[in-house]
């Protein structure tokens, strides 16, 4: 009997447990139903107004982004083209303050996250990478020869008397003594204006020299980041009439057909000109020193000046933005080619390159290309330690020096890279009437000199696959 009885309390005890977890069961869905009702209900109706309302700006209208299909697609909520028609933030009652401030916690579980997947982010975009790895080469293999685009925007008068704009300078010639051309892209308009106000503004220099300047940009590969792109160029280019621009997407990879548009350009708009600089906007240059370089030399004979490098292997590891499938180059070593950051030659060499480069195989990699090219009209490429397109190696004879002294940068002619900030204050500083380099006491008791004489070109090279660079900007 007993023992019926501890097994009748053992059955009532395991009964009860069941029943408590039903409960507790039944009791969890009615508070999950009760949420739910309580998200989609109307009540934080004019909560979500105010919110969208707040992320509403005059810059979102004026650039076109994609938040107004986001509030299109939402039912019930105000497309972009009523937004100005929103009714101000103001609170119905005081009694209700404390719920606005609550309800976006509730609602943020549930219809935000839709919301957020599309919503475009606050934060201004960042740089999209050249190309998205991996790189499609055989795609790039299969429409290589496709070499051949359209100018869409064009500086014909650039190298005219009179030149861009219409203004006359009785001293200038039929072409300017140097051309300056600067790789850029769409998005860069702060770094195309710094040069324009900083190293590369166009006028007449030392010996009434007149330089002129070109921004060489294509089509943006990510033209969500910036929707009014082809205006803003086309204001730009009425504004300040230096932008070249040509109809092919502005990839890393495809710098060798801005490479070859802007040699051809040359070849057809600007075949007096005497020598021209190439580099990127991101650097810093001292016209007036390659200018004083420059005094002596022959615009009618070869000449390629820059930061050369030797002995350079292609990239076999996939991961580096160099990498180069031997499918794609096969040999060992690349010819002798200059950093792409900044170099000088003359219009001569640049009309024998604008033929060798269509001769050429294109390459994927810019500075190597037109090294093949270099190789092809058999010039060799002359080194100056002006020249610092890769940083600057660590200087043995002068470890005093600081990175950013602009004494050391007075004697240099590219340096490469700079942000916008760093530009405009060494190009201030280097111009500053007080600036003195002589008054030390120290071991800096006097400037910094290359061992060479300045302006003369240094035919030593150097292989950069062994060497540290200790300045990165």
């Known amino acids: 009997m007993l023992r019926k009885m501890v097994t009748l309390r053992r059955i009532l005890h395991a009964k009860g447990d069941v029943m408590c977890t039903l409960v507790l069961l039944l009791l969890f ?97 960042g740089r999209a990478l050249p190309t998205m790895p991996p790189f499609d080469f055989e795609g790039y293999l299969r429409q290589k020869d496709n070499r051949n685009f359209k100018l869409l925007i064009d500086q014909p008068e650039k190298c005219h008397i009179g030149g861009a704009g219409g203004r006359i300078d009785k001293d200038s010639t039929s072409a300017p003594y140097m051309l300056i051309a600067v790789k850029s892209i769409a998005a860069d308009f702060d770094k195309r204006q710094v040069v324009r106000r900083t190293w590369g503004k166009e006028g007449r220099f030392q010996n009434g020299v007149f330089i002129r300047t070109v921004f060489l940009l294509g089509v943006p590969r990510n033209q969500t980041a910036l929707p009014l792109w082809d205006r803003l160029l086309t204001y730009e280019s009425e504004t300040f009439r230096d932008i070249l621009l040509w109809d092919f ?23 007096d000109v005497k020598f021209i600089f190439k580099g990127d906007a991101d650097v810093y240059v001292n016209i007036e020193n390659i200018l004083e370089m420059l005094q002596g030399q022959k615009p009618d004979e070869d000449l390629f000046v820059g930061d050369i490098i030797i002995h350079a292997k292609p990239i076999r590891r996939r991961s580096s933005k160099y990498y180069v499938p031997e499918f794609v180059y096969g040999g060992g070593l690349y010819p002798n080619y200059a950093g792409g950051g900044g170099f000088v030659m003359s219009g001569h060499t640049a009309r024998r390159l604008s033929s060798a480069c269509q001769q050429v195989e294109l390459f994927p990699i810019d500075d190597v290309f037109l090294g093949m090219c270099l190789q092809r009209i058999d010039v060799k490429p002359s080194r100056h330690q002006g020249f610092r397109t890769f940083g600057i190696p660590r200087p043995s004879a002068a470890p005093h020096l600081q990175t950013f002294d602009p004494c050391f940068y007075r004697e240099l002619m590219v340096v490469h890279s700079l942000s916008v900030p760093q530009i405009w204050l060494m190009w201030n500083l280097l111009h500053d009437p007080k600036l003195s380099c002589h008054n030390r006491t120290s071991a800096t008791s006097r400037p910094f000199k290359w061992r060479g004489k300045m302006g003369q070109i240094t035919e030593e090279e150097t292989n950069y696959g062994e060497k540290q660079v200790f300045v990165t900007h």
Do not use: I, M
């Open 29 to 125: 869905c009615l508070l999950l139903y009760a949420r739910q009702v309580v998200v989609s209900s109307g009540w934080d109706r004019p909560v979500w107004k105010l919110e969208v309302h707040s992320s509403t700006s005059s810059s979102r209208t004026l650039l076109e982004t994609n938040r107004a299909k986001v509030g299109q697609e939402s039912p019930g909520y105000p497309s972009s083209s009523s937004e100005p028609h929103l009714p101000p933030c103001k609170p119905k009652s005081n009694s209700k303050a404390p719920q606005s401030k609550s309800k976006p916690q509730v609602k943020s579980k549930g219809k935000s996250k839709s919301r957020r997947k599309n919503a475009v982010p606050t934060k201004t975009p």
């Open 249 to 271: 997407e502005d990839t890393f990879f495809n710098l060798t057909l801005k490479e070859t548009h802007f040699l051809t350009w040359v070849n057809n708009s600007c075949p």
